[in-house]
């Protein structure tokens, strides 16, 4: 199982971006995917999650502001980040934990490359 995140980069505080995150290796579905991130120093931190149910989570500091969304079919998680403020700079990661593919099932996360995400003027 592998995870490709995209859509990192430098934005003004106040923009939006686009976080995306697919999945693949003969996935047939995922209990939960979501998004971390982390800052030099600091531990890796749960931005916002997404449950085969449809149920998410958010950090309190991103409520409001970002929205998380999967499209089941195609194993791809994505995070909506509007009103960005420098706080928000970090490297994200994306998630995926509990994976049945077509002949097993992963109990435990996989981790996507992480993509830079910069709030700055």
């Known amino acids: 199982v592998q995870l490709q995140a995209s859509g990192g980069g430098l934005v003004q505080p106040g923009g939006s971006l686009r976080l995306s995150c697919a999945a693949s290796?003969?996935?047939?579905?995922?209990?939960?995917m979501g998004w971390y991130r982390q800052t030099p120093g600091n531990q890796r931190e749960l931005v916002a999650s997404?449950?085969?149910?449809?149920?998410?989570n958010y950090a309190d500091s991103v409520k409001g502001r970002f929205t998380i969304s999967r499209d089941a079919a195609r194993s791809t998680v994505y995070l909506q980040m509007n009103s960005l403020k420098p706080e928000d700079t970090a490297v994200y990661y994306c998630?995926?934990?509990?994976?049945?593919?077509?002949?097993?099932?992963?109990?435990?996360?996989?981790w996507g490359q992480g993509t830079q995400v910069t709030v700055s003027s």
């Open positions: 998630n995926a934990r509990g994976v049945y593919t077509s002949d097993n099932y992963y109990p435990t996360s996989f």
């Open positions: 290796g003969s996935i047939f579905s995922i209990n939960f």
């Open positions: 997404n449950s085969n149910s449809g149920s998410t």
